[in-house]
C-alpha cells in the first residue's frame, strides 16, 4: 500500500546531492513494515538518474529504506549519486 507525507524533507545522497523530496512510503500492509520510501525527483536529477521525463508533473522513483541512513529534518542515503542509479 502507499501511503503520502505530511510532512515534505529533502532527500540528500551521501555526496550530499539533493535527489528530490520524500512524498510517501510503500508499506507492506501483512507486518506493517515500511519496504520503500517514495521520492519526487528535482528535474536537475531527472537526466542523472536515468529517469523518463514527465510533461505535466515531476517523476517519482522509490528507495528501498535499506539505503536510508538516516531520518530527520532531511532524509540521508547511505549510497552516492553513482550508487543510486544501479538502484532506481
Do not use: F, Y
Amino acid at each position: 500500500m502507499e501511503l503520502g507525507c505530511t510532512e515534505e524533507k529533502e532527500v540528500v545522497t551521501k555526496d550530499g546531492r539533493k535527489i528530490g523530496i520524500l512524498v510517501g512510503a510503500k508499506v507492506d500492509t501483512d507486518d506493517w513494515t515500511v519496504h520503500s520510501i517514495l521520492i519526487e525527483v528535482t528535474k536537475e536529477m531527472v537526466l542523472e538518474l536515468g529517469l523518463k521525463k514527465s510533461m505535466l508533473k515531476s517523476p517519482k522513483t522509490s528507495i528501498s529504506t535499506s539505503h536510508v541512513s538516516l531520518a530527520g529534518d532531511i532524509i540521508q542515503l547511505n549510497v552516492t549519486l553513482n550508487e543510486l542509479k544501479d538502484h532506481v
